[in-house]
């Protein structure tokens, strides 16, 4: 059964520190999308790939995020440094071109 | 550009009775909609999608949907409501070429006895 997966599941940690959330798509999908989630703001596209090469990030602040795929298997959103307002569930999904997307459990992001 | 509302934040209704969740949606070009359910704490998971074939498109758990061109609407349909349908619902539309998700606020449905 495939399925997109996501790293850790939950992480807590201190304003200032780094964070990496990983993703690993469904095997063949050409399309991956990094969304965050919190009450105030809904869904929130921050970032999405095509085969790889990243096609929009404008809803990521570049300053402390970034997302990139260092291959068709692995798609990484880092955090550095963390802050309290990045607190959040994000979600990661993968899809064919033109399809619709697979959305993984989410990563719940807690930064104290 | 594309972009999608849903017309209620909340739904309430009864176990047995049906149904329905509105969204109007905005496209420069034929769309891609979709509908998606997030139960509490879980992923999202894929209802049912429009992708220009059939108008009245059938989903999973008994939900389908009807695409409007001239109202602008895909609204969600269930003709009986089961305590487990209790989750949030997302309509989605698919910008044009590049695939781009673009979700709605989301309307959350609540079952009562």
């Known amino acids: 059964d495939a399925r997109v997966t996501q790293t850790p599941r939950h992480k807590v940690t201190e304003m200032g520190q780094e964070v990496t959330m990983r993703c690993q798509p469904i095997?063949?999908?050409?399309?991956v999308f990094w969304y965050r989630q919190t009450m105030m703001q809904g869904l929130e596209l921050l970032a999405y790939?095509?085969?790889?090469?990243?096609?929009?990030d404008s809803g990521m602040p570049k300053d402390r995020f970034s997302a990139e795929m260092p291959d068709a298997t692995l798609a990484t959103l880092k955090i550095q440094p963390s802050e309290p307002r990045d607190s959040a569930v994000y979600f990661c999904a993968s899809g064919e071109f033109l399809a619709e997307a697979f959305f993984g459990q989410g990563t719940r992001l807690t930064v104290v | 550009a594309q972009s999608v509302t849903q017309l209620d934040s909340h739904v309430s209704v009864s176990e047995g009775t049906p149904v329905l969740l509105r969204c109007n949606y905005s496209?420069?070009?034929?769309?891609?909609l979709f509908w998606y359910v997030q139960h509490p704490n879980k992923g999202l998971q894929l209802l049912l999608k429009y992708t220009s074939a059939a108008t009245l498109v059938k989903g999973i758990n008994g939900f389908e949907a009807e695409f409007k061109k001239s109202e602008t609407s895909f609204h969600l349909t269930k003709p009986s409501a089961h305590m487990s349908d209790a989750a949030e619902y997302f309509c989605v539309v698919s910008q044009g070429g590049y695939n781009k998700l673009i979700f709605g606020a989301g309307t959350r449905l609540a079952v009562h006895p």
């Open positions: 790939f095509r085969n790889r090469a990243p096609l929009d």
């Open positions: 496209s420069s070009y034929s769309p891609s």
């Open positions: 095997l063949g999908h050409n399309t």
